[in-house]
DNA sequence: TATTGTTATACTCTATAACTATA
DNA sequence: TATAGTTATAGAGTATAACAATA
C-alpha cells in the first residue's frame, strides 16, 4: 500500500484540497463496512444536532429521554425507566433528583409497593416535555431532509431489529 | 393518561410478566419514533457485543478503529486520523502513545512537512489488526442474524446518508 | 432470598484552552 | 496568520460494590 502522503505519487487526479499536510481523505472502508460502525456515527450526527435544540429547556438528551417516559407512562418506578432506556439504577438518581429540583417532576408513595415510587410530572414539567418534544420532532425532520417517509420508516424498522433482535439491556 | 403500576386497573390481558414494582413495559412509542433514538440503541447494542471480541487483543473500540485506519493508511498524519474517525487532537494522543508504546504502530518524519509525522503500523501491528479485523466482521455477522446481506447493504447505505448528509464532524 | 432506591466511587469518553514548532 | 502535535484539565457518561428498607 502506498504512502497517503508521499508527493512522489501526489495529484493524479489533482484533487482541490487546500495545503497542509492532512489534506487528503483516508481510507475508512472497512469500518464503513460495519453496521456498528455507522449507526454510532448517525447517532452522533444526529445528537448533536438535537443538543442545541433542547438546550432552551436547559436538558440534555438523557434527561429529555427521562423526562418523555415519565409523561407517557405516570406512575412509573424508577427500575422500569432503567429497563426502558437501559440505564442503571444509580446513575438515574441524579437524573431525577435535577428533574424534581426543578419541580418538572414528582414522586408519589407507590400504592401496592412501599419499597417503590411512583414517578409524575408536574404541569410545568409536562408543559416543558411536549414543547421539547415537539422541538426534537422537527429537528429529526430538519436533520434528515434526503430521506423519504419510507425510507425513514425502512431505516427505523432495521434498526429496531439490531438492537431488539440482540441481547439489548443484558449488559448493563 | 392511567397509571402504569395501579393494581384497579391490571391484568385485562393478563401478562405473563413476574411480580415487584417494575413489571409492565413502558411506552416509549415518541422515543422509537426517532431515528437518533434507534440508532443509538442499535449501536450500543453492537459494540456491546464487539468488546468481547476485542479484549483478547487488548484493543477498544476506539483503539481498534485507530489502528484499522492507519494500517490501510500507510504514513496518515494524526490529523487526518482525527478527521476520519472524528476524533479530538488532544484526545488521540493517549491513544497513538499507547499503541506505540506497545509496538503495534511507530511514527517517521513526514516527508514533506516537518510539523507533522507519518503514522504506520508495525509487523506486529499489522498481525493484531488483521485478526481482530477478522474478529469484528465476524460478531457482525452474528450479531445481526435476522438480517439478510440485502437488508444489511440497506441498512447501512441510509445511515450514511444520515451522517454524510448532514454536518458531520463540524461540531467536535 | 430477592428487589427498590440509594450512596460512594472509579473509570472511560468527550470537550476546551493554551502552548511549541513549523508552514 | 494558520496548522500539526501536544499538555493540562474539566466535564459528561458509564460502571461496580455495598447498604437500608421492604417484598
Do not use: W
Request: glycine share 6%; with cysteine.
Amino acid at each position: 500500500m502506498r504512502d497517503v502522503n508521499d508527493p512522489s505519487h501526489a495529484s493524479i487526479p489533482p484533487s482541490g484540497i487546500p495545503p497542509g499536510a492532512g489534506s487528503t481523505a483516508a481510507d475508512t472502508s472497512f469500518l464503513e463496512s460495519l453496521v456498528g460502525y455507522n449507526a454510532r456515527r448517525a447517532a452522533l450526527a444526529i445528537i448533536a444536532q438535537v443538543l442545541p435544540e433542547l438546550q432552551p429547556y436547559d436538558l440534555r438528551v438523557v434527561e429529555f429521554s427521562v423526562l418523555t417516559v415519565v409523561a407517557h407512562n405516570p406512575g412509573i418506578t424508577s427500575r422500569q425507566v432503567c429497563a426502558a432506556l437501559d440505564i442503571l439504577p444509580p446513575n438515574l438518581v441524579g437524573l431525577l433528583r435535577k428533574l424534581e429540583q426543578r419541580g418538572l417532576i414528582h414522586k408519589r408513595a407507590h400504592p401496592s409497593d412501599r419499597r417503590a415510587q411512583g414517578l409524575y410530572v408536574t404541569d410545568a414539567g409536562a408543559q416543558v416535555q411536549r414543547a421539547a418534544q415537539h422541538a426534537v420532532a422537527a429537528v429529526e425532520q430538519r436533520a434528515l431532509p434526503h430521506l423519504s417517509a419510507a425510507e425513514r420508516a425502512t431505516l427505523i424498522a432495521l434498526l429496531r431489529r439490531v438492537y431488539q433482535g440482540s441481547g439489548a439491556g443484558t449488559t448493563r
